[in-house]
Nanobody
Framework: QVQLVESGGGTVQPGESLTLSCVVS????????MGWYRQAPGKERELVAT???????????SVKGRFSISRDNAKHTAKNTVNLQMNTLKPEDTAVYYC?????????????????WGPGTLVTVSS
């Protein structure tokens, strides 16, 4: 069983910072992609940032230079963590932020690849 638990959301004023964390637990062989997506009211879910196990990092243009993603890259373990440091927050960053993983896990007799989403954490940027 794979579980994603997010933390760090809240309400801040424009220009302030927040750090989101997501702990992924399970019988981890390797997590290939860890990242964050967000969904603002009335809009579709969009990519914020992803970090691959090979070191590749992608950011949405709207957050480049303001947000920074970091992650554990441990294999054959029970937990991995991905963080999103968000600086110089703007009202348009207001959204529910979702942790995303794509990984391979130990099943009883084989390895299983799967994608998972966290339940989401609300970030509100308002004066």
């Amino acid at each position: 069983q794979v579980q994603l638990v997010e933390s760090g959301g809240g309400t801040v004023q424009p220009g302030e910072s927040l750090t989101l964390s997501c702990v992924v637990s399970g019988k981890i062989f390797e997590i290939h992609v860890m990242g964050w997506y967000r969904q603002a009211p009335g809009k579709e879910r969009e990519l914020v940032a992803t970090s691959n196990s090979d070191g590749t990092i992608n950011y949405a243009d709207s957050v480049k230079g303001r947000f920074s993603i970091s992650r554990d890259n441990a294999k054959h373990t029970a937990k991995n963590t991905v963080n999103l440091q968000m600086n110089t927050l703007k009202p348009e960053d207001t959204a529910v932020y979702y942790c995303y993983t794509m990984g391979t896990y130990y099943a009883i007799t084989h390895l299983e690849s799967r994608e998972d989403w966290g339940p989401g954490t609300l970030v509100t940027v308002s004066s």
